[in-house]
């Protein structure tokens, strides 16, 4: 039986979904600076600002005297709490606005799923004291769940305001039939993003100076010797996976696009090929320049930016080729 979901509609959006998209897009934005906030917190080591209280500071509801640690980790918990009453406002406004089964319902109601799922690991990396200079295994484990469910939560926000231009269809059936190179794509995203995020807490907790005693071969060798900690043995690893899912995804997104510009495939792969060539770039010079924090700040904007152009890909590979290949005017 034919969904709402999957009705191949082209009329052209309403007011009320013009809005919605718009609401959609801003409210990705903020969660894109409460994940880089998410990140100067362990960077500055802010993670145990608030000691082990959650979701009160320090036994207090506003901490009156805090630390530098303290006033970073309990403004992230701010912007996080706030990122609640947007995201119930994204869900209300799907229910009003599309029917039910829709996709963009769909992807309203993920987009709250997550952000509790999000709200708990941080909750949990508090309470279990896998914050500031912890470095064991657990903390490295719980680290790329963590970025597991960013990714997940950024992808179906995107998604949910992406979908509510009606042009914009999606039937996975009659879709590009070579789709599922992108969904390779996204697997080889995630991959490569777990890797960095155990290489950025290395980078955190074992600050390195690549320059000193030798260079960075030197440095290297050093690194990978079985006296150095696992988080600094693991280093390397990001690296190389980065540089083969880089090359994949420029390769993949340029074979697919096709040749016509202006179409969504062409746009979004476009947008891929661009983001994810600047990525590799930036994270040559963040091993050149010893990961300095606002460079891990870049990196990872730029790591969500490929993520989410490939997340768009995707569904517009997913689309028939009678709107995926048809010049559609931007959502405004």
């Not at 997550?114 to 949990?124: C, D, K, Q, T, W």
């Not at 200079?133 to 179906?156: E, G, K």
């Not at 997104?253 to 476009?270: D, F, N, Q, S």
């Amino acid at each position: 039986m034919t969904t709402p979901a999957s009705l191949p509609v082209t009329s052209e959006p309403t007011p009320a979904m013009r809005r919605f998209a718009a609401y959609g897009w801003g409210n990705v934005g903020f969660l894109v600076l409460v994940i880089l906030w998410g990140a100067w917190v362990r960077i500055t080591h802010s993670g145990a600002g608030c000691g082990s209280h959650w979701p009160d500071c320090n036994g207090q509801i506003i901490p009156l005297s805090p630390t530098l640690e303290t006033f970073i980790e309990f403004t992230h918990r701010l912007t996080s709490g706030l990122s609640l009453p947007l995201v119930i406002g994204l869900v209300v406004a799907a229910c009003r606005i599309f029917p039910r089964g829709h996709r963009v319902r769909a992807m309203s109601w993920a987009t709250l799923g997550f952000l509790i799922a999000e709200a708990l690991v941080g909750a949990g990396l508090v309470k279990f004291d896998l914050v500031a200079d912890n470095t064991s295994v657990a903390r490295a484990i719980t680290a790329t769940f963590h970025l597991v469910n960013t990714f997940a939560l950024t992808a179906v926000a995107a998604l949910a305001a992406w979908w509510a231009d009606p042009r914009r269809t999606f039937d996975w059936a009659r879709g590009h039939r070579h789709k599922g190179l992108a969904v390779l794509g996204l697997a080889a995203i995630l991959l490569t993003s777990m890797s960095g995020a155990i290489t950025a807490l290395g980078d955190t907790l074992f600050p390195t100076t690549v320059f000193a005693e030798g260079g960075l071969f030197a440095k290297l060798q050093s690194d990978i010797s079985g006296a150095t900690h696992f988080l600094v043995r693991l280093r390397i690893v990001h690296p190389l996976i980065a540089i083969a899912s880089g090359i994949y995804l420029i390769s993949m997104a340029a074979a697919l696009r096709g040749e016509v510009k202006g179409t969504p495939i062409y746009r979004t792969g476009t947008a891929l090929m661009h983001l994810a060539s600047t990525q590799m770039a930036a994270g040559f010079v963040n091993i050149l320049l010893a990961a300095p924090g606002w460079m891990q700040l870049v990196h990872l904007l730029l790591a969500v930016g490929v993520w989410t152009a490939a997340v768009l890909f995707t569904a517009v590979l997913g689309a028939p080729a009678e709107t995926a290949e048809a010049p559609v005017p931007p959502l405004s």
